[in-house]
Nanobody
Framework: QLQLAESGGGLAHPGGSLRLSCAAS????????IAWFRQAPGKERTWVSC???????LERDSVKGRFTISRDNAKNMAFLSMNSLKSEDTGIYYC?????????????????WGQGTQVTVSS
């Protein structure tokens, strides 16, 4: 059974950078799309970025040009590189494995989730 574990969160200053990792065990990630979601304090979880089986990438408008999703199938991992961080990027970040090989922004398109990693952007 697939398990996902996020890491790399922490405290960053506005304008700073963090790189989140998503490590998979139990099954291979290669056939599936992988996405990152985040949940800001007091708000619902929202989609951030997705990478398809064929490395097509999508990002929400608010992170375009700042966040980059990637995957390393040999290591069975996915990543989210976050630059030019803003206070509104604060939240718990989750990686998720897609049901399909292509990307979707809906949570129902993902069947396995990690426990999340906290990202706090503050001066």
């Amino acid at each position: 059974q697939l398990q996902l574990a996020e890491s790399g969160g922490g405290l960053a200053h506005p304008g700073g950078s963090l790189r989140l990792s998503c490590a998979a065990s139990g099954e291979r990630l290669a056939p599936s799309a992988i996405a990152w979601f985040r949940q800001a304090p007091g708000k619902e979880r929202t989609w951030v970025s997705c990478i398809s089986r064929y490395n097509d990438k999508l990002e929400r408008d608010s992170v375009k040009g700042r966040f980059t999703i990637s995957r390393d199938n040999a290591k069975n991992m996915a990543f989210l590189s976050m630059n030019s961080l803003k206070s509104e990027d604060t939240g718990i970040y989750y990686c998720a494995r897609g049901i399909y090989y292509g990307c979707t922004t809906r949570e129902t398109g993902f069947d396995t989730w990690g426990q999340g990693t906290q990202v706090t952007v503050s001066s």
